[in-house]
């Protein structure tokens, strides 16, 4: 709309309001919308510069470390493999990816209780289970990125200083399979956590203590018990807490070395067992999610 | 735009709606009722996020029940609380929100900054939403409902929390909404005053029934309430006693000092409650004032809240209130 007095130079704009007639692109778009903006979120990414610096630091820590191992790799005569295997690189630097599902977790969900801006979106076309989904799948996404991106670099290392292609490209699916069950697992933990809380700094300790007392209280009875010669307790008692859990499911089935103490993972029979806890947590996780949602309308 | 057929809601151990039939038009509607007269049960019903007890309700022609999406789709929403994250900037905000009423990207972002600029937020839009003013959320609240240019809003208790100023504001804006936009309103208050103001028409609830439904005009000509208050003389030591019995001389209804009935202890109250019949009852007061050789300290309309709807609705007269072209429904029969 726009009012024409003569010459193009001289040209009046109405600025009245116009009517949207566009597309509309409807629930699947919102999904994705919230999903991509949580994702990014999570790497502070559209978000404020204070809020970058942690989750890049995180980011940075993993890939350094990687970046360390290959060039270790690369200046060691006569070596034929890695020094550490790829399913082991995360249990390694777990204290590093709970920090960052600890930092991150609650920046998702917390937020948008804690502000009450969930009956904003509850108003529009997405649902209660687009939201629980598009939250859980950008956290398990950014942690899959923060785990999987180190192993890539791992991988191309390990690929230029010509180590076996085919062991390599085997142990890197394994390792990927693995660290993506465990963002899976973390990021359901985590929102669960998190989401339980509207208050940010309650959700980051209660997420600190879910994922890291849990593995110290763990590893430490693991040890008693292994050094009091009960050895066979230790696999059993590495489900009580989600990196053991990651742990025992690669130990059985992805190739890795259990962190266990004296190497006591589980078997076969054992690991099925894992396995199926790490996938009642997560369809635990989501269906708590569900209902924690259930009654936030408006 | 809406309508409601004997729609209930029952809690466990509260009715929060209770048959209530409404038909609402085009335009701008007010929704008045105290706190807990079910105005945000009847909201989330019709954004279909809570399914009724019984009865039926259609939003825009679409049954709340079934097509729940396609109405949030077209119809805005602002709640009565804050909402806003206070780390992001307005236009981030609002961009979000408008993706997630599906507009594609470049749409989002181009509404975002129209609807910014209509609802009156210009530099400021780029800073973080935690420094503004309780009229600026405000204003970002309202965006975020109009950014999808939907072909209704919902807005419950706009006005909450701002000074005299910004609550004009809000309503001047709310008008335009409709005049200037094209968009229906629905706005919920429990002040009937200011609403009586803004709005078209007029629907009144209490404890989830309808209390009554007319358009905003016939409003004001039943309930005109005017407060007079005079000086006293020392030919008249209580001149509010004199100019009352002057006024009830001349025919005029008196509806009693405020806070009083019509027989009320003399002197108690300083303020005379009348009922305005046209132009010519501010003249007699005028006149009645002059005549006595008075100083008349004020003339004004009363805001009217919700305890006066209760009061005239018992008063005979209260039947004479049509219910108006789009309204209609079971005249709330209180007892």
């Known amino acids: ?298 | 735009m809406i309508a409601t057929e004997s729609l209930s809601k029952r809690f466990p151990r509260v009715t929060a709606l209770d048959r209530l039939t409404l038909d609402i038009g085009p335009g701008v509607t007010g929704l008045v009722g105290s706190n807990g007269a079910g105005k945000s049960t009847l909201i989330k019903i019709l954004l279909g996020l809570s399914p009724a007890t019984e009865g039926r309700a259609a939003v825009l022609g679409l049954d709340v029940a079934t097509e729940g999406a396609a109405i949030r789709e077209r119809v805005g929403y602002m709640p009565e609380h804050d909402c806003l994250p206070p780390d992001v900037s307005a236009t981030e905000f609002v961009v979000h929100m408008a993706r997630m009423s599906g507009l594609p990207p470049t749409a989002a972002r181009e509404r975002t900054a129209d609807t910014l600029r209509h609802v009156g937020l210009y530099e400021e839009r780029y800073r973080p939403i935690g420094g503004y003013s309780t009229g600026m959320k405000q204003r970002v609240k309202l965006a975020q409902a109009l950014v999808h240019d939907p072909q209704l809003v919902l807005l419950d208790e706009p006005t909450n929390g701002l000074d005299p100023v910004g609550r004009d504001e809000m309503l001047g804006l709310i008008r335009r909404v409709h005049s200037d936009f094209g968009i229906s309103v629905l706005v919920t208050s429990h002040l009937l005053g200011e609403l009586e103001r803004t709005c078209d028409h007029v629907v009144v609830i209490d404890g989830g029934t309808l209390l009554r439904s007319s358009s905003t005009s016939e409003f004001t000509q039943t309930t005109t309430t005017l407060a007079v208050e005079v000086t006293d003389s020392d030919e008249h030591p209580d001149g509010t006693h004199a100019l009352r019995r002057v006024l009830a001389d001349a025919g005029v209804t008196l509806l009693g000092l405020d806070g009083l009935d019509a027989e009320g202890l003399p002197g108690a109250g300083h303020i005379l409650l009348l009922e305005a019949t046209g132009e010519e009852t501010y003249d007699l007061v005028r006149d009645s004032v002059a005549g006595l050789g008075l100083g008349l300290i004020r003339m004004e309309q009363r805001r009217h809240h919700i305890a006066e709807v209760f009061r005239s609705e018992a008063a005979p007269q209260a039947a004479a209130v049509a219910t108006a072209g789009a309204g209609t429904g079971t005249e709330g029969k209180r007892s």
Not at chain 1, 125 to 149: C, H, N, Q
Not at chain 1, 219 to 232: D, E, K, L, P, Y
Not at chain 1, 246 to 261: E, K, M, N, R, W
Request: with cysteine.
């Open chain 1, 1 to 298: 709309m726009s009012a024409d007095t003569g010459s193009d130079a001289s040209r009046i704009h109405n600025i009245g309001y116009r009517s949207y007639d566009g597309v509309r692109l409807g629930r699947a778009y919102a999904r994705r919308s919230l999903y991509s903006q949580s994702l990014r979120g999570s790497f502070g990414l559209g978000r404020s510069a204070k809020s970058k610096v942690l989750p890049m630091l995180l980011c940075g820590v993993m890939c350094l470390v990687a970046l360390i191992i290959v060039a270790v790799a690369m200046a060691t005569p006569n070596m034929t493999e890695l020094p550490l295997k790829y399913t082991s690189f995360a249990i390694y630097l777990q204290a590093v990816i709970g920090l960052f599902v600890a930092s991150q977790a609650p920046q998702s969900v917390s937020r948008d209780l804690r502000f009450k801006s969930v009956p904003l979106y509850f108003s529009r076309p997405i649902e209660r289970v687009d939201y629980v989904l598009a939250k859980l799948g950008a956290m398990a996404s950014a942690l899959f990125v923060l785990t999987g991106l180190p192993l890539l670099i791992l991988y191309v290392g390990a690929l230029l200083a010509k180590f076996d292609l085919a062991d390599q490209s085997k142990w890197f699916g394994q390792g990927m399979v693995s660290v993506a069950l465990l963002s899976v697992l973390f990021a359901g933990l985590g929102l669960v956590v998190a989401a339980l809380t509207p208050r940010r700094g309650f959700g980051v300790a209660a997420v600190i203590a879910v994922l890291t007392i849990t593995y110290g209280a763990v590893s430490t009875v693991q040890g008693i018990a292994w050094s009091t010669g009960s050895a066979s307790a230790v696999p059993w008692l590495g489900l009580f807490s989600p990196i053991t859990l990651i742990d025992g499911v690669q130990t059985a089935f992805l190739g890795a070395s259990s962190a266990f103490p004296g190497g006591e993972g589980p078997g076969a029979a054992a690991g099925v067992v894992y396995l199926l806890v790490v996938l009642a947590l997560v369809v635990g996780s989501y269906a708590v999610l569900m209902r924690r949602y259930r009654r936030v309308g408006l």
